[in-house]
């Protein structure tokens, strides 16, 4: 494994995981609700009554945030390798995943472990584990 020193960046990464969690419990202090993206814009799907309009308030925020931090400071640069096939496949699995673990990476990784749940643990050590094969196939053994 090698570390990529030029482009790690542990304060900024540090602040924006801070912020993650800032916004993950002043959601649950004020809403009562699990800032877990999958399970909002699963509920806005459903068109469940007189629960719309904070669940559209809360994606525009995390859409607009890019832009918002673009006013103050320069946008990373992101480079994509894949596909769009691939990106459009990923994705679906990863909404696949989300229905059937119940959330996702935010719900269960950020707000869940923060709460305890033995739940989260699991979902969150099945991520990262799938997570750590996939990119060793992709990496180690096919690239």
Request: with cysteine; charged share 5%; hydrophobic share 50%.
């Amino acid at each position: 494994m090698i570390i990529d020193w030029t482009h790690f960046t542990p304060w900024t990464s540090l602040a924006g995981g801070s912020l993650i969690g800032l916004a993950a419990a002043i959601f649950l202090l004020f809403n009562g609700r699990i800032a877990g993206i999958s399970g909002i814009l699963g509920g806005l799907l459903q068109r469940s009554h007189g629960d719309m309009a904070w669940r559209i308030a809360f994606l525009l925020g995390l859409l607009g945030a890019p832009f918002f931090y673009g006013i103050f400071a320069p946008l990373p640069a992101v480079h994509v390798d894949a596909s769009t096939a691939t990106l459009v496949v990923a994705g679906l699995l990863v909404g696949v995943g989300t229905r059937y673990g119940s959330g996702c990476t935010s719900g269960h990784g950020v707000c869940g472990l923060s709460r305890g749940s033995l739940r989260s643990l699991v979902a969150t050590a099945a991520f990262m584990t799938a997570g750590f094969i996939t990119v060793f196939i992709v990496r180690h053994l096919l690239g």
